[in-house]
């Protein structure tokens, strides 16, 4: 079975630091997709990133940077120099692919960052 | 382009009430879901549509009743809810289903049960 874990609940930090949210994964399959989205007080959930299991490629997309890992499976997530518009609830997930469906994609349970002023 | 449109945005309502969420897709997508978001609780998938068929249905209590009469809208008419059931309700929608589409969302309907 799937699972995702993310042992962050909260974090605070100041405008201006770096911020990494930790992303563990589990899953029998050799092949499966990982996904970050950002939950805004808006409440929708916005697409972030998209990796599958044969890309370690780490990417960085302007502020943002993830780290994929699968000898610890590990897919973290690095806001550099963060703002206050990044104050959101993070959500990893992992979709299982050789069988699997959009519809059993397992989010984990979230990290609410707040960044202060 | 407006994406997943969701309405109401807030919602209270009696045990003993009926009401409907409504969902809208603007982005020619096939596939609809229903998602439920409680406090401290991972996402819960609800329901899936795809091209109007019901693919799945995860052991949701019937007092929850989808309906999806087009690819571009989705509803989820409630009857009889219970506090428990109070919670945020998330449309998403996305192209396919394969493993590794991904979901666009709205924003929810945050409902409050009494």
């Known amino acids: 079975a799937q699972k995702v874990t993310q042992a962050q609940t909260e974090i605070s930090v100041v405008e201006k630091e770096d911020v990494t949210l930790d992303c563990v994964y589990e899953?029998?399959?050799?092949?499966?997709?990982l996904f970050w989205y950002k939950q805004p007080p808006s409440g929708e959930l916005v697409f972030l990133i998209r990796?599958?299991?044969?890309?370690?490629q780490n990417e960085i997309s302007g502020r943002y940077s993830w780290n994929f890992q699968k000898s610890t499976s590990s897919f973290n997530f690095t806001i550099t120099a963060s703002q206050v518009v990044d104050s959101a609830v993070y959500f990893c997930?992992?979709?299982?692919?050789?069988?699997?469906?959009?519809?059993?994609?397992?989010f984990g349970s979230g990290t609410q960052l707040t960044v202060l002023p | 382009e407006t994406g997943v449109t969701q309405t109401p945005r807030h919602l209270v309502m009696g045990m003993t009430n009926k009401k409907s969420l409504k969902c809208e897709q603007h982005?020619?997508?096939?596939?609809m879901y229903w998602y439920k978001q409680s406090a401290k609780k991972p996402l819960e998938l609800m329901f899936v549509?795809?091209?109007?068929?019901?693919?799945e249905n995860n052991s949701v209590p019937s007092r929850f009743s989808p309906e999806c009469p087009n690819s571009s809208h989705l509803f989820l008419h409630l009857h009889t809810l219970q506090p428990e059931d109070s919670a945020l309700y998330l449309c998403?929608?996305?192209?396919?289903?394969?493993?590794?589409?991904?979901?666009?969302f709205g924003s929810g309907t945050q409902l409050s049960v009494l």
């Open positions: 998403a929608s996305s192209y396919g289903q394969g493993a590794g589409e991904k979901l666009f």
């Open positions: 899953t029998r399959d050799t092949t499966y997709y």
């Open positions: 990796r599958n299991s044969f890309d370690e």
């Open positions: 997930a992992l979709s299982e692919g050789e069988s699997g469906s959009a519809r059993q994609l397992t």
């Open positions: 982005l020619g997508h096939n596939a």
């Open positions: 549509y795809s091209l109007e068929e019901r693919v």
